[in-house]
Every structure is written in structure tokens, then in C-alpha cells.
């Protein structure tokens, strides 16, 4: 990896230094090389402490919060997982690491078809990424997921992606409204089928559109 040295760095200073803890979230985040996922001007830059613009208004988010949020989720080893937002892929990419399965949506193509070809590169090209608004959740109503991972903020909890936890999933997002600072929540879906949110953070996030 040509950024190796600056991949530690982001581990140790960013992530470890600020209590994430999973060994397979640090795997991942280890395992894919972030520049491959901004634009060649900003590969410098890939593995600073903040979020890079990807084009069309968009920005991969910061390597923390992917990080936090990953950790968040608390997958089981054969997980079913579902992302939206994928913009870059970068997230994405994390994700399948980790994961049996990742199904992902974007709703801007230029954006889902630049990140599909990264991930094809990387050779992660069983990702079922698809052009698609996440407020309505996966295509496929009937599909479960053991965690759903938002990266833009809707202002409200879209219940539609809470119905599609299997009973014990975790749905990570930010909350609030566009613009402004949102909560970054885990909403967690009990065996019983009722679920219960906790709030975490202050973050920034894009919006859901
Ligand atoms: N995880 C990405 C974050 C990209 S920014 C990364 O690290 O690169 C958030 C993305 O959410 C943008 O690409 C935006 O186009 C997308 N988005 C916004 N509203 C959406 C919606 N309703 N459905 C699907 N994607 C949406």
C-alpha cells in the first residue's frame, strides 16, 4: 500500500487515540486503501482528519466517524448489511470487509457508478450497490438486515429502514435537520420487535434528499 505510513497514523492518532476498539473495524480500515475512493488531486490528503469533497456537493465522511459508525453497528460475523448513502464506496468498502453481505444505495448515478468502479478494482465487486432513493428502503421489501448504516441525515427516523432490522439489528445515523448539527443515533430493533434509540453525538452529515 503506498500510504501505509499515513494509514497507521489515522489508526493510532484518529481511531485507537479516541477509544474504537474493535479489531475488525481496525482490520478494515487498515485492509482498504482510502485513496482509491477521493478524487487523484486530494490522495494526499485521504488519510487527514476530516471529511473530502467527492464531487456533485458530496463528501466522504471523515475516517473517525466511518470508523465509530462501523463500530456502532456491532455486526455479527455472517451479517447482512445495508448502506445508504454510499457516495465514494469508501464506507461501503469498510463494510464488506466486515460483513457476509452488503447491499448498498445512492441516489445520485454519477456517484454510484464512480464508486462501483473503485470497488471493482479493489475487487470487491459482490456488493449489490444500486441508484435508489434510501428513504424507501432496499427494492426488495422482504429483505432483512442485521445492521443499516445512513450516511446523509434525514430529520426524522425513516421507519421503513427500522422495519427492515432483523429482530437484534442496529440502525446507525445521524438525526437532524439539514444544515445544521444532527445526533448521530443507534436505533436497536429487540427480539420482541419493538425498538429503542440512544443518542450519541453531535456530527454533520450531508442531508437526506
Ligand atoms: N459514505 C459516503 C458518504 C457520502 S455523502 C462516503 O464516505 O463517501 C452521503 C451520500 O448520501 C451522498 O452521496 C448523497 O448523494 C447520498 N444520499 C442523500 N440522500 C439520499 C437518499 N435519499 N437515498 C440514497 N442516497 C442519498
Known amino acids: 500500500m503506498i500510504y501505509e505510513l499515513e494509514c497507521e497514523a489515522m489508526i493510532?492518532?484518529?481511531l485507537e487515540a479516541r477509544g474504537i476498539r474493535d479489531p475488525r473495524v481496525i482490520d478494515a480500515m487498515r485492509a482498504v486503501p482510502r485513496e482509491c475512493f477521493v478524487p487523484e488531486e486530494s490522495h494526499g490528503l485521504a488519510y487527514e482528519d476530516h471529511p473530502l469533497p467527492i464531487g456533485n456537493g458530496q463528501t466522504i465522511s471523515q475516517p473517525y466517524i466511518v470508523a465509530l459508525m462501523t463500530e456502532l453497528?456491532?455486526?455479527p460475523s455472517d451479517a447482512e448489511v445495508l448502506e445508504i448513502g454510499a457516495g465514494s464506496g469508501y464506507q461501503t468498502a469498510i463494510l464488506a470487509h466486515l460483513a457476509h453481505h452488503?447491499?448498498?444505495?445512492?441516489r445520485d448515478a454519477e456517484l454510484a457508478e464512480r464508486a462501483r468502479h473503485a470497488l471493482d478494482e479493489l475487487g470487491f465487486g459482490r456488493i449489490d450497490l444500486r441508484v435508489g432513493d434510501g428513504f424507501q428502503g432496499w427494492p426488495e421489501p422482504e429483505r432483512r438486515f442485521d445492521g443499516i448504516l445512513l450516511a446523509c441525515a434525514p430529520d426524522h427516523?425513516?421507519?421503513r429502514l427500522a422495519a427492515s432490522l432483523k429482530p437484534g439489528g442496529r440502525?446507525?445515523?445521524?438525526i437532524g435537520p439539514a444544515g445544521g448539527t444532527q445526533q448521530l443515533t443507534v436505533v436497536t430493533r429487540g427480539a420482541d420487535g419493538e425498538t429503542s434509540r440512544r443518542e450519541l453525538l453531535p456530527v454533520r452529515f450531508v442531508p437526506m434528499v
Not at 452488503?102 to 445512492?106: N, Q, R, Y
Open 12 to 14: 493510532r492518532d484518529q
Open 73 to 75: 453497528l456491532e455486526l
Open 102 to 106: 452488503v447491499c448498498a444505495l445512492e
Open 157 to 159: 427516523l425513516p421507519e
Open 171 to 174: 440502525l446507525v445515523l445521524p
